[in-house]
């Protein structure tokens, strides 16, 4: 198998950077095939389909295709918070879109592109379970799980990886690169950017 890289260009502050290649796209769709297997066996017997919320702007990609891979119906809702700035976190978290659904006695499935501190997970359960769902589980595609602090595992992991700052299928580099079709990961970071 030939190598892939990528060489960011885009008028950004990391370009000339050389990315390596992660996941294909072929080992997504594959893997979120898989998940969607999962949730749709575990929840096809409730009385009421599962509400499927996507962390924006990254879940997209992966939401969409997860959905569309299911085999029992779900309800579909978006909430963005913001806690990056560049590519490092900020620490705290700012809720910027909330949801419209009402979540009250119904299970929730939270849909993440990627877990890495775990601040944004923790606060996400926290805030909707103040709302008492039937249940709150999560769905990440990718799961830094060496470094991350969580309160609860997350249920449905796509991926587990290295603690690299990665771009592509919904993850951005300052904004630039989601509609990649493959995941691809930083090697090393600017001595003056502070990493993921």
């Not at 499927?52 to 309800?75: C, H, K, P």
């Not at 830094?144 to 990886?161: D, W």
């Amino acid at each position: 198998m030939i190598k892939k890289t990528l060489t960011l260009n885009y008028g950004g502050s990391f370009d000339g950077e050389i990315l390596d290649l992660l996941i294909s796209e072929e080992e997504i769709q594959e893997r979120v095939k898989q998940l969607a297997r999962e949730i749709s066996c575990d929840y096809k017997n409730k009385s009421k389909p599962p509400i499927i919320i996507g962390v924006l702007n990254g879940s997209f990609y992966f939401m969409a295709d997860l959905l569309r891979a299911m085999t029992i119906e779900a309800e579909m809702d978006f909430i963005k918070i913001s806690s990056y700035h560049k590519i490092g976190s900020t620490g705290t978290i700012r809720l910027i879109k909330d949801i419209s659904a009402d979540i009250h006695r119904r299970d929730v499935i939270l849909v993440e592109d990627i877990i890495d501190s775990g601040l944004s997970i923790n606060y996400l359960r926290s805030h909707f379970e103040s709302s008492n769902p039937a249940s709150v589980k999560v769905a990440t595609l990718l799961y830094k799980k060496e470094i991350t602090k969580v309160a609860h595992e997350p249920e449905y992991v796509g991926f587990e990886i290295p603690d690299r700052f990665v771009v592509g299928y919904g993850l951005d580099i300052e904004q630039q690169y989601r509609r990649l079709r493959d995941i691809f990961a930083m090697n090393v970071l600017k001595t003056n950017k502070k990493g993921t």
